[in-house]
């Protein structure tokens, strides 16, 4: 007999929740964290600036109708300390932390044929179950690359995905951060202010909309008026997330003239925020109508730094708008007008090496008190990579070789009785992750309640609707702007990785009607027994 019904593999925002909605099904489950608190991503990514891109009000979970009554969001988006507080009350309001072995990882699955039953390995021994829920989230194992003398810097290395936790006091220093993403981005905006000097190294300059943030109290109080419509609209849309027209969808490029086109951008903008991308409803699909959108974005940037040079520099162009995630920024692009801060072009003067005093870029070195790495993650497909997964003679790592192969990016054929939350090729990383957290959780647990039910004790996709999902979702990918950009979302980042595009890019309404069709259909496309 197992030692559970169910391991689920991490206590972030999907652990908690699956957790919480097994237990009130009546479930033995528990779940497995390396970490030593509940959080996940917002627990280890405590870089100075770190915030959410999607606004508070949806970035919150839905499942408890008193939680979203008593809990009250500050800011329209969320600083980290803040989601991170509201990931403890969480824990704590529902007693979760008991059901929760911290400090343990993951190393290793291997499902047993005579039993049924996945053999969990971690680091602190092994233990059975029943099924194997991987909620290990989509940006959770960070890129670590070694640069040439890195070791022989005489200052203070910091990753943005392992800040200390008591903070760093970076006063006066000479500080270069390396890497420009989103968590470059929010780090430099945060520093820039009070560092001595701050040098930026950019490889690829990002597309980034003004967050307008704001406290946000009277809003709060309408939307909790009326928040179950308020969900239910977000569960339909593209995006899992509203831009403020609800339900409706945004106009076609082809519908507008100039005047129109302009104001709409104008008011996205203004609005701020990654509804920007929501400007026009084929704006991925049209390559004039994201270039006239691109070209917005680069006259803006323009207008706020002072230097042309400079300017120029911080000007995406080598890839479509949205095609890589778009940054959120409040303030960023003026941080170059300050004296302190400086611009170095990777493309023109390459990072050679790592030095005792700093960093050698081109034929400079420039020298450094503290470094700063912000260099990403292995998105989607690096936590499972991370553990050896085996059936039957065969790891998923080798099966994914090519590229992830799932069907709803649910499960994997040849792997039954384990299922992913929110991974690849499920809409994921192109919404706001807590719909598809909730929409995944949900739909796990009613399976295993019909399977309980019917006393069934294996499932797994059949092997021609994995192939069929996995064509969909490339042919879906191959209609879009998405795969003219080398971005995290086709694995591009990662040295070696094959580049796929990773997630369902169809969105959050689609996708859910196609899992509720699968399951009123009885599952269609998996087999249970």
Known sequence: MADHDVIVIGAGFAGLYQLYKLR????????????????????????????CDIESIEYSYSFDPELQQDWNWTE??????????????????HQLRRDIDFETRVTALEFDDDT??????????????????????????PLTPQFDGQGDFAGDVYWTWDWPEGGVDLTGKRVAVVGTGSSGLQTITAVAPV?????????????????????????LTAVKQRYPEFREVSRLTRGGAQCGEGAALPPFFVD???????????RRWENGGLCYQQSFFDLLQDPEANEVAAEYVRARIREKVKDPDVAEKLTPRSYPIAAKR????????????????TLVDLNEEPLVRITERGIVAGETEHEFDVIVLATGY??????????DIRHDGQTLRAKWADGPRTYLGLMSAGFPNLFTVTGPQSPSVLSNMLTSIEYHVEWISDVLVHMRDHGMSRIEPEIEAEENWVNT?????????????????MGANVPGKRRVFLPFAAGVGAYKQIGDGIAIAGYHGFELV
């Open 24 to 51: 009130e099904l009546g479930f033995d489950a528990r779940v497995v964290e390396a970490g030593p608190e509940v959080g996940g991503t917002w627990y280890w990514n405590r870089y100075p600036g770190a915030r």
């Open 76 to 93: 329209r988006y969320a600083s980290q300390p803040e989601i991170l507080e509201y990931i403890r009350f969480v824990a704590d309001r």
């Open 116 to 141: 049924n039953e996945w053999i969990v390995t971690t680091d602190r021994g092994s233990r059975t179950a029943r099924f194997v829920i991987a909620a290990t989230g989509c940006l959770s194992v």
């Open 195 to 219: 560092v001595g000097a701050l040098t930026v190294f950019q490889r690829t300059p990002s597309y980034a909309v003004p967050a307008h943030n704001q406290p946000i109290a009277d809003v």
């Open 256 to 266: 507008l003239d100039d005047e129109a086109t302009q104001a709409e951008l104008g």
């Open 326 to 341: 778009m940054c959120v920024d409040t303030g960023y692009f003026e941080v170059y007008n300050q004296d302190n801060v």
């Open 378 to 387: 292995d998105a989607m497909t690096g936590a499972l990579d991370a553990i």
């Open 473 to 489: 979702t490339n042919d879906i990918a191959d209609l879009t702007l998405f795969p003219k950009a080398a971005s995290w979302y």
